[in-house]
Structure formats: structure tokens, C-alpha cells
């Protein structure tokens, strides 16, 4: 039987840059996606490139999830206790999920250990994962036969205009959403702000933590599709409803 165990990756970074400005993993990013694996009954366990305890923005405790999650002593400990991407097997693992947050920026997109997990992960009939600044880790993975992940596929991230509209266009080393349609994938994106989430395949990606919950949601429909020994569609499928629908009606 398949795993069904989820590795969620968390930035170790807590200063953005030479700014001075405090950033880390974005709460909600972490929160949201967990509470629709946990319900979907999957173990999560959670990396970071340092390991330890994780720095952490967004801590806002006036969304119901993140108050629930903070106030869970297992979640706690897991966000307290990463332990390093050498120390995981990818083999373990149905998917692997990035939260995002400014941070990642700075220590996910050259991690060798966290590239190599993630094309094992994939290549082993996986689900990859990752909201908002969380893509940052997929620019630079290969696949086996060279070719970057992300290449073809259809992908979301924080967009340039969202990076501007914070302010922070200049203090990440580089434009997400650039970097992912140079490495060949094709950007979709929402209005500023709004929730936005792209299925490719085995591949999940959304724009910004207003996306966090449907990253989850989504990634757990994929493995679920996978699961019943079904064929994952390549296009973007998020919309495709109605086939599912007479598939499982048996029509």
C-alpha cells in the first residue's frame, strides 16, 4: 500500500535579506494545508534546510486555524522540531509540500538535499506542492532526464505585482514568478491577492496564502485520483468537475 505520509518543507530564514525585516515560514501556509491532510487522514511530518525550530510571520491568531493549530501540542512540536532534508527519504513520502513565506527565498531555491527529495518524491509517482513564496524550491529541480520539473507545466506563485505591491521587488535575490517562466513553465495567476490554485498533473501550485487551503485540498484530490489507479490529467484540471463526476457514477 502507498504511503500515506506528506513532508511539508519550512524555511529556516527569519531575516529577509539586508533589510532588517524579521520573515520566516507564513503561518497559514502551514496551518491550512495541514488541517486538509490531517482531516483527510494523512500523517504529516516536517523538514527545514536547518533543522530545529522554525521562525515564523503571519501569526495571527484571529484565523480560527492557525488559533487551533498553535494550541496543538503534536503540531507544535513538529514545527519546533524539523529535522534536516538528509535526514528524510523521499521513498517515505506520497508528496511533498512547500509553505511559503519571504524566507524561502534565500534558502530553498539552491538546497541540493531538498531538490533531490523532491524529484524522487515525483518521479516515484508523487505529488509536489507549493504556495505563494514555496516555489522558490521548484526553479532549480531536475529531473532524471535533465529537464526542470516545472517545464510545461502550468504553475501559480507570488506574482511580480504582488512583490511590488509589498514592496519587496528588491530585497528577494530574484522575481519568483520570472525565474518559473524562464525554467519553461507557463504562470497563471489571479487578481493581487485573491486565492488562485493550478493542478498540472502530479504538480500543485497556488499564489499567495488567500491560496494556502485550496493547495491542500487540491493536493489531497490528486492523491486520492491516483490512489484508485486513475490517470492524472496533465492540463490544469482544478475546473474538471463534470468527467470526474460520470467517472464515479460509472457512466
Keep these: 500500500m502507498k504511503s500515506h505520509k506528506v513532508l511539508f518543507v519550512l524555511t529556516s530564514t527569519e531575516q529577509l535579506g539586508d533589510t532588517g525585516h524579521h520573515t520566516g515560514a507564513y503561518l497559514s501556509e502551514i496551518t491550512h494545508p495541514y488541517d486538509e491532510f490531517v482531516r483527510a487522514g494523512y500523517e504529516v511530518d516536517m523538514i527545514s534546510p536547518l533543522g530545529g525550530k522554525v521562525p515564523l510571520d503571519g501569526v495571527k491568531m484571529d484565523d480560527p486555524l492557525n488559533a487551533t493549530w498553535m494550541n496543538d501540542e503534536e503540531f507544535l512540536s513538529k514545527v519546533e ?23 524561502t527565498m534565500f534558502d530553498f531555491p539552491e538546497n541540493l538535499q ?8 515525483y518521479e516515484n509517482n508523487g505529488v509536489v506542492g507549493a504556495v505563494c513564496h514555496g516555489p522558490a524550491a521548484l526553479v532549480n529541480v531536475r529531473l532524471s532526464n535533465g529537464q526542470y ?5 502550468e504553475v501559480s506563485s507570488f506574482t511580480n505585482d504582488e512583490e511590488e505591491f509589498v514592496g519587496m521587488e528588491k530585497a528577494v535575490p530574484f522575481l519568483l514568478q520570472t525565474r518559473l517562466q ?10 493581487k491577492f485573491a486565492g488562485h490554485v493550478v493542478k498540472s498533473g502530479r504538480l500543485v501550485t497556488g499564489q ?6 485550496g493547495v491542500g485540498k487540491a493536493m489531497v484530490e490528486v492523491l486520492e485520483f491516483i490512489e484508485e489507479g486513475r490517470i492524472v490529467p496533465e492540463q490544469n484540471w482544478c475546473e474538471w468537475h463534470e ?9
Aim: proline fraction near 7%; aromatic fraction near 6%; glycine fraction near 14%.
Design 81 to 103: 522540531g524539523t529535522v534536516k532534508p538528509w535526514q528524510v527519504s523521499g521513498r517515505d513520502y506520497c508528496a511533498i509540500f512547500f509553505a511559503g513565506g519571504h524566507g
Design 114 to 121: 531538498l531538490q533531490k527529495l523532491t524529484a524522487e518524491i
Design 149 to 153: 520539473l516545472v517545464k510545461g507545466h
Design 182 to 191: 524562464e525554467r519553461g513553465a507557463h504562470h497563471t495567476s489571479s487578481p
Design 208 to 213: 499567495n496564502p488567500a491560496s494556502a487551503a
Design 243 to 251: 468527467p470526474q463526476q460520470l467517472h464515479r457514477g460509472g457512466l
